[in-house]
Nanobody
C-alpha cells in the first residue's frame, strides 16, 4: 500500500532553516510527480511545492517562493523540502504526497510538525 513517512520538522527561530524528508513506498516513485503540503491549525491543507517525476520542473506557492526548494532522489524514493528564511506563518504540519497540482493518493503520512517561534 502507498505510504509516506515525513521527518525533519522541529522548532526553529524566525529566519532559520529546516530540511524535511519524505520516504515514499507502495508505488512507482520515479514515475510520479511529488509534492509537499502543509496544514496549520484551523486551516485547510494547502499545496506548498511540487516537482515533476524527473525533477526538471517545480512549482511553489507564492508564500514560499524564493525561500523553499523542493528536490527528489529517485534512487532513494525520497522527496525533500529545504526551507530557508522561515517565518512564524510557516508553522504547520507538513505532509508529502504524489501529484503536481493535486494529491495523487488518498493515503497520507503522519506529517512532520514545523514550528517557527522565538
Amino acid at each position: 500500500q502507498v505510504q509516506f513517512v515525513e521527518s525533519g520538522g522541529g522548532l526553529v527561530q524566525p529566519g532559520g532553516s529546516l530540511r524535511l524528508s519524505c520516504a515514499a513506498s507502495g508505488f512507482t516513485f520515479s514515475s510520479n510527480a511529488m509534492s509537499w503540503y502543509r496544514q496549520a491549525p484551523g486551516q485547510e491543507r494547502e499545496l506548498v511545492a511540487a516537482v515533476t517525476s524527473v525533477g526538471g520542473t517545480t512549482n511553489y506557492a507564492d508564500s514560499v517562493k524564493g525561500r523553499f526548494t523542493i528536490s527528489r532522489a529517485n534512487a532513494k524514493n525520497t522527496v525533500y523540502l529545504q526551507m530557508n528564511s522561515l517565518k512564524p506563518e510557516d508553522t504547520a504540519v507538513y505532509f508529502c504526497n504524489g501529484g503536481y497540482f493535486r494529491p495523487a493518493f488518498r493515503s497520507w503520512g503522519q506529517g512532520t510538525q514545523v514550528t517557527v517561534s522565538s
